[in-house]
């Protein structure tokens, strides 16, 4: 709202500083302003009585139905005025119609330029976002060896004592590669969730009773999506940087509730005395925290976030999903 009223207030004082005539200044400036003012908010009510049905339109299409909007509510506002002030107008009456045409003109320039301004910063987001998705592979590229290996060595050690874990370790290590390697891709919440269950049964075949999970989260699954293996590396992290580091072992605390309009992952877990400090995430948490965040990141196009907070002993990592993008 403040950048809209700036914005108008600049055009009413352009347009007042482009008129040849000296006299009444300030009170051009202050009708200018009035009718400037009054178009933009229009356009701004509109736009949000619209919201629902642009809620899942394109950016730029959203953009030139701004446009639109903007050239409609300077024609109603043109019209009003006509109706309302009648002779108060000073425009004469023979003149009005030309009036319309160049307020309608200048509305419909300045639209086009602020629409070039922003199809200029999308093109700039896209590959901003294009930029992103590439360091998130190649953070992806230095976390799954470590998880492949310790997998491995797990299957070793149970094919000849325990097969049938050795087998349905292969299984699940089958389906969480499946799922890299079909690359950075859009899939449900639930699905996320899944492959993170496959990924704690095969830990829990290595760490067996020194890794406890408890998982609170509603039935059904909020209808949200995620970047695929978005949320594993935290899980990851828990383990690596948690659990191996503690001889005891601990509990992971996996929390997912829908607050206000977005959806929230809370993955909890203790800390080595060791790495109780304030630089705990700088230390321990260098590879999966990046790699998750730059995901998010792009994915929600900023809207979402993911906050890490240390404090007595545990590590708290909060993912914020919004549920409509």
């Known amino acids: 709202m403040i950048w809209v009223v700036l914005a108008a207030e600049g055009l009413a004082a352009i347009l007042t500083l482009a008129s040849d005539e000296p006299e ?5 400036f202050g009708l200018l302003s009035l009718m400037v003012l009054w178009v933009c908010l229009l356009t ?14 394109k950016p730029l299409f959203i953009a030139y139905a701004t446009v639109a909007l903007l050239v409609m509510s300077c024609t109603t506002v043109m ?46 987001r896209q590959l901003a976002v294009r930029a992103k998705q590439a360091e998130l592979a190649a953070l992806q590229a230095r976390v799954r060896p470590h998880f492949l290996f310790n997998t491995l060595n797990t299957g070793a050690a149970l094919v000849h ?35 993170i269950e496959r990924y704690l049964e095969i830990e829990a075949l290595r760490f067996r009773e020194r890794l406890r999970v408890r998982w609170r989260m509603p039935v059904p699954i909020p ?29 992971i605390d996996i929390l997912i509730e829908e607050r206000d309009d977005d959806v929230v992952v809370v ?59």
């Open 24 to 28: 009444g200044r300030w009170i051009r």
């Open 79 to 124: 019209i009003a005025s006509n109706l309302v002030l009648g002779e108060l107008w000073r425009v004469p009456e023979r003149e009005r119609f030309d009036v319309y045409l160049r307020t309608i003109g200048i509305t419909l320039i300045v639209s086009l330029l602020a629409l070039a301004a922003f199809q200029n910063h999308w093109q700039a």
């Open 44 to 57: 701004l009510g509109a736009l949000y009585l619209l919201r629902g049905r642009l809620r899942n339109v």
């Open 223 to 251: 209808e949200v999506s995620v970047p695929s293996l978005s949320l594993q590396p935290l899980v990851e992290n828990a383990i690596k940087h948690g659990i191996e580091r503690i001889p005891g072992g601990g509990d």
């Open 161 to 195: 004592n325990r097969p049938d874990d050795a087998e349905k370790l292969l299984l699940d290590l089958a389906d969480l590669f499946r799922a890299a390697l079909a690359g950075p891709k859009e899939i449900p919440l639930r699905e996320e969730i899944a492959l």
């Open 267 to 325: 993955i909890d877990n203790p800390m080595p005395d060791s790495t109780a400090s304030t630089d705990v995430q700088s230390r321990g948490h260098n590879v999966g925290l990046p790699s998750s965040l730059a995901q998010i990141d792009a994915f929600t196009e900023g809207r979402g976030s993911v906050d890490v907070r240390s404090a007595d002993g545990r590590f708290t990592v909060t993912v914020r999903l919004p549920a409509t993008r």
